[in-house]
């Protein structure tokens, strides 16, 4: 449930309460609507008792009545539905419709002349019955007076039929009413949850550094959120700059005075005690420890969220003149094959470490030809791979070099962390590096990276 | 050779400025980026050597100030900062080499003589006339193959002469190089140093590697191998 979109939810609960607001109102309306076929049934009934009671014709001789004509025609056919019968003061039928064949009417007791009874029956299989009765005294012309009893019945088959009729109708516009009501709130939901939807967009967006902050086109509503998100995203990209600069600012108070302290102390010559060599080997130790974790910890900006998508080749391109003007007599030429679209997602500095190292070690290492290139090998994923001509390097000093900084304390003078910090870089970025020859002779470096 | 070095920490400049006179510079010190410029604009050195932290002017500041005036300066920039970001951002604001503190002084002084050689458009670590090489990264002079004995003026004097093969270079010129600003203009060591070089370099006098130019100053008349 948790998970459930919002406009789901909205849906869900509408849905829910028009079933039952609906529904209570079919209930109400279909009682009311029942009663009033009641009665307009009754009445009815009662019409046709009176028809009935008019065309009655006495019988003096027989103290008895006769119907030459009942008042309705449906009387005269079986299975109409209307019947009617006329029972003296004993309960003998006088007379009956000959459409009430096969019928028996199960009559309350009789009352007082002029009593009214009105009832229902119920008929076996059938629909059952509606019933209405009055008895009247019949004053015959020789004064004498005999009571009989007048019944009329109707079948309740055609007011069940115009129920039935009434709650189909009734259920069937309700229903589409509010299947179309819940259509068109799911399209106006839709509409009032877009900005919602692309705020969400944005922040993936961001994820995946392909944005760097949000829009500003909001709904009023929204435009607090997206301003303080903004905000946010702002202060924490400041401190991380501040956080990268108090490093920098470290690495200088710390290596400014490391740097004094071995130009005191002199360089070469056998006059030098061999106290002194021990001192210079302990800050060069000191050194490379400071620029390990200096390192290490100014690489931080893996996975963090807002920022710019680099494109790689401009960066590779000034370092490789940057390369070639730190190492004029090495004359190594550089081919560099990377598509202008080419970009890396994440931090500028982190991928000119990672290149940088890479392509120092090429120009080192090369005798006269370095290449870079790079292609994409997965969605999201891009392969630089960084050549050189040199002797190569074999997989077990490879596997070694990848590790150096996990083993500061044992390194060998005079060999670059380079590769080390390469690998923790990539690693942050949960890419990998691997080490194989060139089709040019010597190393070939390739790291994987997310990008597109 | 002339170098100005701009470093705000004074226990680096001091020894560093020392390590530089001791291999035979002619150092000027400058604490901050704006002492710096004003150096490079009086001073003419052949090299700069420039710390990036700088207060006043940051180093990437003074490097910029002094392309803004076309000069063709070399600069050696000095970071604390090893990140290939400010590596990069360094030599596009116009330096030539870099170096990461802590640094070996050799190295340093190694890297200077090469941004030397460089601007005086020689790209060959080793200068070659022929019967006479050297190696100014190295400081070392062959005459026919041996090594050639100098000390460190001599040496200072000599090279100033072979980056600038074919030209003539006065004798203030190279007083201005090679000495410190107190120093007694009318002495005659040049002189005696242009003697004591000629007589190491060309025992026979045969090969005339130095020419005086009276009343205008000295050249080095060799001409290098492989070039007319």
Excluded at chain 2, 40 to 46: L, R
């Amino acid at each position: 449930m948790a998970r459930d979109s919002l406009r789901q939810r909205v849906l869900l609960s509408l849905a829910i309460a028009l079933v039952v607001f609906f529904g209570a109102t079919v209930a109400v309306l279909e009682w009311s609507l029942g009663a009033s076929l009641a009665r307009a049934r009754d009445e009815v009934l009662e019409a046709q008792l009176m028809a009935l009671i008019a065309v009655a014709e006495p019988v003096e001789e027989a103290r008895s009545l006769q119907l030459p004509e009942p008042p309705d025609g449906r009387m005269l056919s079986p299975d109409s539905g209307l019947h009617a019968e006329i029972r003296d003061a004993q309960g003998q039928v006088v007379w009956r419709s000959p459409s009430a064949l096969g019928l028996e009417f199960v009559l309350p007791p009789p009352g007082e002349a002029g009593a009214r009874d009105q009832w229902l029956q119920a008929e076996g299989e059938g629909p059952g019955l509606a019933l209405s009765s009055m008895t009247i005294d019949w004053e015959f012309e020789d004064g004498a007076v005999a009571s009989f009893r007048f019944v009329v019945a109707q079948s309740l088959e055609p007011w069940r039929a115009q129920r039935r009729a009434f709650r189909i109708g009734l259920v069937g516009w309700f229903g589409a009413l509010a299947a179309a009501m819940l259509a068109i709130l799911a399209v106006v939901l839709r509409r009032v949850m877009r900005p919602l939807g692309s705020i969400e967009r944005e922040i993936r967006e961001m994820e995946t550094a392909r944005r760097e902050q949000l829009s500003s086109e909001w709904p009023e509503e929204l435009r607090g959120v997206a301003a303080n998100l903004n905000a946010l995203l702002r202060r924490e990209r400041g401190r991380q700059r501040r956080y990268q600069e108090s490093l920098a600012n470290l690495a200088h108070s710390l290596k400014t005075p490391l740097a004094a302290v071995r130009t005191l102390l002199p360089e070469s010559g056998g006059s030098t005690p061999e106290r002194l060599g021990m001192i210079r080997a302990e800050l060069s130790r000191m050194d490379r420890i400071i620029g390990w974790q200096l390192r290490r910890a100014a690489a931080g900006a893996a996975g963090g969220v807002g920022i710019a998508p680099v494109a790689i080749a401009p960066v590779a391109s000034d370092l490789a003149a940057t390369l070639d003007k730190v190492y004029p007599d090495r004359g190594v030429s550089c081919e560099l094959d990377i598509p202008g679209a080419m970009h890396f997602r994440g931090d500028e500095s982190d991928l000119q470490e990672i290149l940088g190292n890479l392509l120092d070690n090429a120009w080192k290492y090369g005798r006269r030809r370095v290449r870079c290139s790079a292609e994409v090998v997965a969605p999201g994923s891009i392969a630089l791979r960084i050549e050189d001509d040199g002797a190569g390097l074999d997989p077990a000093r490879a596997t070694e070099a990848l590790a150096r900084g996990a083993r500061l304390d044992e390194s060998h003078p005079g060999q670059g962390i380079g590769l080390a910090v390469v690998n923790e870089l990539v690693t942050a970025y949960d890419g990998e590096v691997t080490v194989e020859r060139s089709g040019l002779g010597g190393a070939a470096v390739i790291v994987t990276l997310p990008g597109a | 050779m002339r170098a100005l070095l701009v470093e705000d920490d004074d226990t680096l400049r001091h020894g560093l400025a020392a390590a530089m006179r001791a291999a035979g510079w002619q150092v000027d010190e400058a604490a901050d980026g704006r002492e710096g410029l004003y150096l490079a604009a009086e001073m003419a050195p052949d090299v700069a050597v420039v710390d990036l932290g700088l207060p006043q002017m940051s180093g990437m500041e003074l490097i910029a100030a002094l392309r803004g005036d076309k000069r063709d300066l070399p600069v050696l920039i000095l970071t604390a900062r090893d990140r290939w970001q400010d590596k990069v951002a360094g030599l596009k604001a116009g330096a030539d080499d870099y170096m990461v503190k802590p640094f070996h002084t050799e190295e340093l002084l190694a890297r200077l003589e090469a941004l030397v050689r460089r601007s005086a458009g020689w790209a060959q670590p080793v200068l070659d006339f022929g019967v006479l090489r050297f190696e100014p990264a190295t400081q070392r002079v062959e005459l026919h193959g041996k090594p050639v004995d100098l000390t460190s003026f001599e040496y200072r004097l000599l090279e100033y002469l072979v980056l600038r093969a074919g030209q003539v270079v006065s004798r203030s010129e190279l007083i201005d190089r090679l000495y410190d600003q107190d120093y007694d203009r009318d002495s005659n060591t040049v002189e005696v140093f242009v003697g004591r070089l000629r007589r190491k370099l060309d025992p026979e006098g045969t090969l005339k590697p130095i020419e005086t130019l009276r009343g205008r100053g000295y050249r080095f008349a060799l001409t290098p191998a492989g070039r007319d």
